[in-house]
């Protein structure tokens, strides 16, 4: 999958399941690329939400949420990702 599918697939899947005002997605996958277990086929995502839905979450509750909801995108293809809420 390629980045720019991987960012809408996440961003429909997100919003179809959480009430967003806003998402962001940022590639950093350039950043990991001389380390030692890169996979080029996975990617390193910084993602920021500006939902009031999770915001009143606990950051866990949150994090466990976004993570349940991408559930196969993170085996196949996130390497790591890192959430920003507003």
């Known amino acids: 999958m390629?980045?720019?599918?991987?960012?809408?697939t996440i961003k429909k899947k997100i919003t179809?399941?959480?009430?967003i005002d806003e998402i962001i997605i940022e590639d950093k996958t350039h950043l990991h690329l001389k380390h030692k277990n890169f996979q080029k086929n996975k990617f390193h995502l910084k993602i920021f939400i500006k939902s009031k839905e999770l915001s009143s979450m606990s950051k866990i509750d949150s994090?466990?949420?976004?993570?349940?909801?991408?559930?196969?995108?993170?085996?196949?293809?996130?390497?790591?990702?890192?959430?920003?809420?507003?």
């Open 2 to 8: 390629n980045i720019n599918d991987l960012n809408d």
């Open 16 to 19: 179809n399941r959480v009430n």
């Open 63 to 86: 994090t466990k949420k976004i993570y349940s909801i991408l559930e196969l995108e993170l085996k196949k293809y996130i390497h790591s990702i890192q959430i920003v809420l507003k």
